[in-house]
């Protein structure tokens, strides 16, 4: 089967709070529509090219309550300190760099709506 991976849904019932977070992450802003528009749509993508993964963010209705979270996962290209400083630098709080089990250093953050980002 041939298939791309285009991106993935976030939603949220403070779809404006995710959003700022992702940008001041450095994701670059595709699309934002008006705040105060039911649903709320925006895209970022962190990438440049035409296969970039994107997240889109859109509005939760009130009606539900669903609960989805999702686990991204980041290569740092063995620049971990580097990204640590970048999102201290952009006034995100997260904990340092730390030394999994296997090995390997990791950095992990929430955003908002606690989907976890995994730097590896």
């Not at 991106?7 to 995710?18: D, F, H, L, R, T």
């Not at 859109?58 to 991204?72: G, I, K, P, Y």
């Not at 290569?75 to 296997?102: L, Q, R």
Request: hydrophobic share 40%.
């Amino acid at each position: 089967m041939e298939v791309a991976f285009s991106g993935i849904n976030i939603y949220s019932k403070k779809p404006e709070a995710v959003f700022e977070f992702y940008k001041k992450l450095g994701f670059r802003v595709l699309e934002e529509v008006a705040p105060d528009d039911k649903w709320y749509g925006s895209t970022l993508a962190l990438q440049d090219g035409d296969n970039a993964p994107i997240i889109w963010i859109w509005r939760q209705s009130d009606e539900d309550n669903s609960v989805v979270c999702n686990h991204f996962v980041f290569s740092t290209n063995g620049k971990m300190d580097e990204v640590y400083e970048s999102i201290v630098a952009a006034g995100i709080a997260c904990k340092p760099p730390f030394t999994a089990v296997w090995g390997g250093r990791e950095l992990i953050l929430h955003d908002p709506e606690g989907n976890e980002l995994l730097f590896l």
